[in-house]
């Protein structure tokens, strides 16, 4: 069975066919632009055997990125043969399903109704996801579809975590809570850890840190997230590409009353002026900050200082939290490649029983994973490429094919 995945973003669309239940990867694409006024969309399609598509085309949204996206996987087919092309199953990664959704969920008209009527939590990434899913329900009526959460990994997190301390009823009325983001990514490379390191997934304690433009940083404790960075929105936690991470409150009330800023603007700016962008003063990118810190801009300097220390922070209280961890693991962009911003989160931490190799930290980039701890670390660390598509993937087909094979006494077949 071929499972299709698309990732939505607020100008993106991914795509990933996958093989399952083997997790082969058949192709990868994605739509860039996407929606842009002035400028054309670019397609790239890396299909079977290495054969790469590229061109750029007008889109107006999401929409018509799916149509780009399935012309893509077609013209991919023509290379293999359609059969080995086909589309069995459609998943799709939604960043927020509230309380709503406690799993992955087939989609249907009351799911697509429920989205809808959370589209404000998630201004940026369910509006774009809605398109794609009606555009699919269009355009493949036929095939099942299964909306997968980042939301659902934090369903079982404790009250004493998932709690604001504030007036019960904006939790009763209005569902203030910390929901928690990234759990695709957390869910996948805590899986892939527990193999890695043979250990029952119900006995770990793992910390695992997401860094990329958006970061956030998770506890898990023997089978369910214990805690996480990330709040009510994106917004809460460490410091980020574009976003501020955790701040007082009242600082909003006293720059509204002194400003021309209404508190909608002043979120924005939280959101997309803050962070890394707005203390290292050359942009969002890690890399172009780290390389202005080496030619001694001071500015970039700090940046990457409050960086570290506020991870750091968490790794600390996670670690405390968990009673020890047993493992940490870096993911994501920044998380997967910048060696030296690893050596800098774990310096000075030997006497915590972590312990980092630097050999082998400099060799784990580039989509490697592996073990960066030494030998004798207590505390294993470990770099694991994140793959929310193929988590995507795996919950569709779980959800879908394995009840259906139980359901008849039979294996379930790919």
């Known amino acids: 069975m071929n499972v299709l995945v698309f990732n939505a973003g607020s100008s993106s669309l991914k795509f990933k066919l996958i093989r399952m239940p083997g997790e082969r990867e058949l192709l990868r694409g994605i739509v860039e632009r996407v929606g842009e006024v002035r400028g054309r969309a670019r397609v790239f399609c890396a299909g079977p055997a290495g054969a790469l598509q590229e061109h750029t085309q007008a889109c107006s949204g999401h929409a018509e990125a799916v149509i780009l996206a399935l012309a893509a996987i077609d013209r991919a087919g023509e290379v293999s043969g359609a059969k080995g092309l086909?589309?069995?199953?459609?998943?799709?990664?939604?960043?927020?399903?509230?309380?709503?959704?406690?799993?992955?969920?087939?989609?249907?008209?009351?799911?697509?109704?429920?989205?809808?009527?959370?589209?404000?939590?998630?201004?940026?990434?369910?509006?774009?996801?809605?398109?794609?899913?009606?555009?699919?329900?269009?355009?493949?009526?036929?095939?099942?579809?299964?909306?997968?959460?980042?939301?659902?990994?934090?369903?079982?997190?404790?009250?004493?975590?998932?709690?604001?301390a504030v007036p019960r009823e904006w939790y009763s009325r209005y569902g203030i809570r910390r929901f928690g983001f990234h759990g695709l990514s957390h869910h996948y490379v805590t899986q892939t850890a527990a193999?890695?390191?043979?250990?029952?997934?119900?006995?770990?304690?793992?910390?695992?840190?997401?860094l990329g433009n958006g970061a956030s940083i998770t506890a898990f404790s023997r089978g369910r997230a214990l805690d996480t960075s990330m709040g009510f929105t994106p917004l809460e936690g460490l410091i980020m590409g574009t976003r501020a991470g955790y701040l007082d409150p009242a600082v909003l009330l006293y720059l509204q009353r002194r400003t021309d800023l209404d508190l909608a603007q002043l979120v924005e700016l939280l959101n997309n002026e803050s962070g890394l962008k707005a203390i290292g003063g050359c942009g969002r990118d890690l890399r172009t900050i780290m390389a202005a810190r080496a030619e001694g801009n001071p500015d970039a300097a700090l940046a990457v200082e409050m960086y570290v220390h506020t991870l750091r922070k968490y790794i600390g209280a996670y670690h405390f939290a968990l009673s020890g961890a047993q493992a940490l693991v870096f993911t994501g962009g920044i998380g997967e490649n910048a060696r030296e911003v690893r050596q800098l989160v774990l310096?000075?931490?030997?006497?915590?029983?972590?312990?980092?190799?630097p050999d082998a930290n400099h060799q784990t980039v580039d989509g490697r994973s592996g073990f960066i701890s030494a030998p004798n670390s207590k505390v294993k660390v470990l770099v694991i490429p994140t793959d929310e598509e193929r988590m995507i993937a795996r919950q569709a087909y779980q959800l879908v094919v394995e009840p259906e094979a139980q359901r008849y006494g039979a294996p379930a077949v790919g």
Not at 195 to 210: F, Q, V
Request: hydrophobic share 45%; glycine share 6%.
């Open 86 to 164: 086909s589309i069995d199953l459609l998943g799709h990664r939604i960043v927020h399903g509230r309380d709503i959704f406690a799993g992955p969920a087939r989609i249907d008209d009351q799911a697509m109704a429920q989205l809808a009527s959370i589209q404000e939590l998630a201004p940026l990434h369910l509006p774009p996801a809605l398109d794609v899913l009606r555009a699919c329900r269009d355009r493949m009526a036929d095939r099942p579809q299964v909306a997968c959460f980042d939301t659902t990994f934090y369903c079982s997190m404790p009250a004493k975590s998932y709690l604001y």
């Open 195 to 210: 193999d890695l390191l043979e250990m029952p997934i119900g006995e770990l304690k793992l910390i695992s840190a997401h």
């Open 347 to 357: 310096e000075g931490w030997e006497d915590l029983g972590l312990i980092l190799d």
